[in-house]
């Protein structure tokens, strides 16, 4: 074992927690270069009590985060990288994933209601499994008949009666909907809510909590960008809105307070069992966005205009629309991208998600069998190079952005004799790059500014193929980073950042330059728009498929 002479001294460090629907990861930048010096990733566990529902347990996430700290600090002293030079943590996290704990005793009242479900779910209804201990949130349908006795009780059931504080429509997707299935459901919950032991938050409050102290004296708080996802918080005022917490039933005194992306909220507990990161204690933890604002910041999208795409389970896109939230006549979400210092301004950004990307992958593999892994998908597309006509749109739980259209359902169109397996293959990857486009239309509608190029991370961006159909499909460059770290690298330079750690600059001059791939479209304009009206017309082919009680037509 070295000892402490032979340290490497590599300048002020930062580290991240990124805490996602699969997976918790902790990763340490260097300040200066951005450069990833190590990270330690655990799988989380999903259950689904029912169809349709889709749970996290809240201790688990948080023991993955001290696994992962643990497992990094270790490897960053095997690299004879001395701990004591991080200065700050930044947390990123999958956003709308609702939870709900006891201040009291510091236990979670039920299982995080997650963000998103990679598995096709149909609506359900009846009672709660009480194994779990967490809600999900993105492709968990609980919540639908909830969502439908509020939309019932606006004038003229109006799903976007809201959106003018909100942003958002009335959906299944935001925490709001969610806590007040669990207020409605949970005798646990509503319990705590009347004795007044009940604190709200969406993951990013649940672990600054619970690091900070958690019952002796955990700092309850959440950022301005996980706030804007609840349907609690009005966009304008920058604060959890009355009216909205009135509308959905919900007592303000259960809500974290809000701050801004970048300050010290609290500094880390002394935990006695951590052995190796118990170095970190009394570290602050400064940085705090929402996984889809983070990418955006660690995109380094700070001007007006640009914009992101994150290929994951879902593809998200986000656009910088500056200092005024922009509303969206086309179905998108407006959103509150950042906000950089208590006494910085808040920046907007639009917003659309296309639901199945890299869970189309994951269905082609474990539901259809025609591929062994994701690379094979890759491989399988390129051998035909062409869909032949065939077109897949994967709406296994309805239309997201630009659509909201959750009656439809999933349909492969357009087969002859002659389609085969590779066929599919390559028009699974067409349809992401389809879907993301018709999302992109809608942002340069809205904003009357055509993009002129797409930054893109998340995990399928390995696949060539699946870019340069992207390039080619929008009709304009695609931009890769050479490091695909970017929603955490943008959690550690908000947290970097922020007054009292200032080790990281946010000045455009000071930011280091990233290595990027960039992918030029390759085929003639006339051929991509022939081909994306095939696709319109196969969505046209999906709508309208489903009801809520699909047994009532017998």
Sequence with gaps: MAGSSHRITLGPLVAAIDQGTSSTRFLVFNSKTAELLSHHQVEIKQSFPKEGWVEEDPK?????????MERTCEKLMQHNIDISNIKAIGVTNQRETTLVWDKETGEPLYNAIAEMSPQPSL???????????????WLDLRTQSTVERLINKTPGRNKNHL????????????????????????????EAVMSHRAMFGTVDSWLIWCLTGGKSGGVHCTDVTNASRTMLFNIHTMNWDPELCKYFGIPMEILPRVRSSSEIYGLMFGFSFLQKSGALSGIPISGCLGDQSAALVGQMCFKDGQAKNTYGTGCFLLRNTGSKPVMSDHGLLTTVAYKLGRDKPACYALEGSVAIAGAVVRWLQDNLGIIGSSEELEKLAASVGTSYGCYFVPAFSGLYAPYWEPSARGIICGLTQFTNKSHVAFAALEAVCFQTREILDAMNQDSGIPLNQLQVDGGMTSNRLLMQLQADILCIPVVKPSMPETTALGAAMAAGAAEGVSVWSLNPEDLSEVTSEKFEPQINPEESEFRYARWKKAVEKSKNWETTQPWESG
């Design 60 to 68: 688990e996430i948080l023991q993955s985060v001290y696994e992962c």
């Design 163 to 190: 959106r003018h504080k909100t942003g958002l429509p009335i959906s299944t997707y935001f925490s709001a909907v969610k806590l007040r299935w669990l207020m409605d459901n949970v005798s646990e919950v509503h």
């Design 123 to 137: 609506v359900s209804t009846g009672v709660i499994h009480h194994q779990t201990k967490q809600i999900s949130l």
